[in-house]
């Protein structure tokens, strides 16, 4: 590790033997260091001293680490935080990840991983919830753009900060959101915009590989280990090594697949199929599913354990309905990416067109309107018009978000609300509604 000045590390645990260790290595590490066995202490080291960086083990008397990540993240928001854990507590992992830790560190670990996790989380830039005007948020307001995702809506800005906030540790990250929301443009937020951008990124759809293949695709496999191995290969997780890899459709794994995987989480390591000899990997995985997959635990088809761990951070992706604000800017930028690739670069949309693509529910998502953007680019000459547009976009159902009611449950509705204006006067209300008292009378009962 290579520093200009030695920072202040304050170090929180309950046991001694683990304060002398990290601190040895700490000092080795040229680090001052300040240590505190309570929360209650590290909290007037915090207020007197001037602290660099903050470790802390989660489960101590009285008051627990994760209090004390809340309290540090609230009153030293620039102080960044490292907590450590060990494989029971990945709950309160979870909980520290979301609360305010840069990463989490599992016990054992080495003094070689300790000291890339120290530099991790010193060089970290997160985006705090309490910061209304970082310079990450005031560039994605003026650009309307972040890492190739495109927006302007409160949900745009919140996934961009969720990104902001796990690009530069290596807590393993499970995206969630409905087919064309664009996970895998998330996932790939997550890793170039991160210290290990110049690390590879590899994506896998498990759903597309077939289930025999997928454990000897992901891990390799030793020559001679099935019909047609005539040499040893290397898996997608030895290609991403030091970098990320990708998992789609994580919920497709069959379960001899997901127990790899779940060591692979645990001890850091993999090994190939027909092989017996265990290869240290040391990587950010990203999973990706538009299934419950909490649900799939529930039903026995995804192991929970394996959930648990994949869920360290959570990033839902909503869907394209629910940012109505972003479809134009998104169809534009679209529009511009294409209109250049088919050799029309002055096309547009009219504004009649554009109005209903803001209006329809895209149940498609960004997928969706990419498609229909290219059709409609071949369909039109300098503007692309209504009549250019499919029928079920013109014409759409309504959409799934709109809970349908019967036409006797609509009426209903109206006469109450027509009622309580004229405060129950049956007369008036009739007289409204231009029927007779009679009628609303039977109508009501």
Same mark, same amino acid.
């Given at each position: 590790?290579?520093?200009? /000045?030695?920072?202040?590390?304050?170090?929180?645990?309950?046991?001694?033997?683990?304060?002398?260790?990290?601190?040895?290595?700490?000092?080795?590490?040229?680090?001052?260091?300040?240590?505190?066995?309570?929360?209650?202490?590290?909290?007037?080291?915090?207020?007197?001293?001037?602290?660099?960086?903050?470790?802390?083990?989660?489960?101590? @008397?009285?008051?627990?680490?994760?209090?004390?990540?809340?309290?540090?993240?609230?009153?030293?928001?620039?102080?960044?935080?490292?907590?450590?854990?060990?494989? @029971?507590?990945?709950?309160?992992?979870?909980?520290?990840?979301?609360?305010?830790?840069?990463?989490?560190?599992?016990? @054992?670990?080495?003094?070689?991983?300790?000291?890339?996790?120290?530099? *991790?989380?010193?060089? /970290?830039?997160?985006?705090?919830?309490?910061?209304?005007?970082?310079?990450?948020?005031?560039?994605?307001?003026?650009?309307?753009?972040?890492?190739?995702?495109?927006?302007?809506?409160?949900?745009?800005?919140?996934?961009?900060?969720?990104?902001?906030?796990?690009?530069?540790?290596?807590?393993?990250? %499970?995206?969630?959101?409905?087919?064309?929301?664009? &996970?895998?443009?998330?996932?790939?937020?997550?890793?170039?915009?991160?210290?290990?951008?110049?690390?590879?990124?590899?994506?896998?759809?498990?759903?597309?590989?077939?289930? *025999?293949?997928?454990?000897?695709?992901?891990?390799?496999?030793?020559?001679?280990?099935?019909?047609?191995?005539?040499?040893?290969?290397?898996?997608?997780?030895?290609?991403?090594?030091?970098?990320?890899?990708?998992?789609?459709?994580?919920?497709?794994?069959?379960?001899?697949?997901?127990? &790899?995987?779940? =060591?692979?989480?645990?001890?850091?390591?993999? #090994? &190939?199929?027909?092989?017996?000899?265990?290869?240290?990997?040391?990587? =950010?995985?990203?999973?990706?599913?538009?299934?419950?997959?909490?649900?799939?635990?529930?039903?026995?088809?995804?192991?929970?354990?394996?959930?648990?761990?994949?869920?360290?951070?959570?990033?839902?992706?909503?869907?394209?309905?629910?940012?109505?604000?972003?479809?134009?800017?998104?169809?534009?930028?679209?529009?511009?990416?294409?209109?250049?690739?088919?050799?029309? @670069?002055?096309?547009?949309?009219?504004?009649?067109?554009?109005?209903?693509?803001?209006?329809?529910?895209?149940?498609?998502?960004? =997928?969706?309107?990419?498609?229909?953007?290219?059709?409609?680019?071949?369909?039109?000459?300098?503007?692309?018009?209504?009549?250019?547009?499919?029928?079920?976009? /013109?014409?759409?159902?309504?959409?799934?978000?709109?809970?349908? &009611?019967?036409?006797?449950?609509?009426?209903?509705?109206?006469?109450?609300? #027509?009622?309580?204006?004229?405060?129950?006067? /049956?007369?008036?209300?009739?007289?409204?509604?231009?029927?007779?008292?009679?009628? %609303?009378?039977?109508?009501?009962?």
């Amino acid at each position: 590790m290579t520093k200009l /000045k030695p920072e202040n590390v304050l170090i929180v645990d309950d046991n001694y033997d683990m304060l002398e260790l990290l601190q040895r290595n700490l000092k080795q590490f040229n680090f001052h260091t300040y240590k505190a066995t309570s929360v209650v202490e590290a909290i007037e080291i915090l207020k007197f001293a001037t602290i660099h960086l903050l470790i802390t083990d989660l489960q101590m @008397p009285g008051h627990n680490g994760i209090e004390l990540v809340k309290y540090t993240n609230q009153h030293f928001p620039h102080v960044p935080i490292l907590v450590i854990t060990g494989f @029971p507590s990945v709950d309160g992992a979870v909980e520290a990840i979301q609360s305010g830790a840069a990463n989490y560190l599992t016990k @054992p670990f080495t003094a070689s991983e300790l000291e890339k996790e120290v530099e *991790n989380c010193l060089k /970290k830039t997160l985006v705090k919830p309490n910061q209304s005007a970082t310079n990450v948020e005031s560039e994605v307001i003026q650009n309307q753009v972040y890492a190739g995702i495109v927006g302007r809506s409160k949900a745009f800005l919140k996934l961009v900060e969720r990104i902001e906030r796990v690009k530069d540790n290596r807590a393993t990250v %499970l995206i969630s959101g409905e087919s064309g929301t664009g &996970k895998e443009l998330v996932a790939k937020a997550i890793h170039y915009k991160g210290s290990f951008a110049q690390h590879p990124f590899i994506a896998v759809n498990c759903g597309a590989i077939a289930e *025999n293949l997928l454990e000897s695709e992901l891990f390799g496999y030793e020559k001679g280990a099935f019909t047609g191995a005539t040499q040893t290969k290397e898996g997608y997780f030895q290609a991403a090594n030091g970098g990320s890899i990708f998992l789609d459709e994580i919920a497709t794994a069959p379960m001899s697949v997901q127990v &790899k995987l779940l =060591r692979a989480l645990q001890e850091k390591e993999v #090994v &190939k199929v027909g092989g017996h000899r265990p290869e240290k990997v040391n990587l =950010r995985i990203i999973a990706a599913t538009n299934e419950n997959l909490y649900k799939n635990v529930q039903e026995g088809s995804f192991r929970e354990d394996l959930y648990y761990r994949l869920n360290v951070v959570d990033i839902e992706v909503p869907p394209l309905r629910q940012r109505k604000e972003d479809i134009e800017i998104i169809a534009t930028n679209l529009l511009k990416k294409y209109a250049t690739e088919f050799r029309k @670069p002055h096309i547009e949309f009219s504004k009649e067109a554009m109005t209903v693509l803001t209006n329809y529910s895209w149940p498609g998502n960004v =997928r969706e309107l990419e498609n229909l953007i290219q059709r409609s680019i071949l369909m039109a000459s300098s503007s692309i018009e209504i009549h250019h547009l499919p029928e079920h976009i /013109k014409y759409p159902e309504p959409s799934r978000d709109i809970e349908l &009611k019967t036409l006797r449950e609509v009426e209903k509705k109206y006469i109450q609300k #027509v009622l309580d204006s004229v405060g129950n006067n /049956k007369s008036k209300a009739a007289k409204i509604l231009g029927i007779d008292r009679k009628t %609303l009378s039977n109508k009501l009962d």
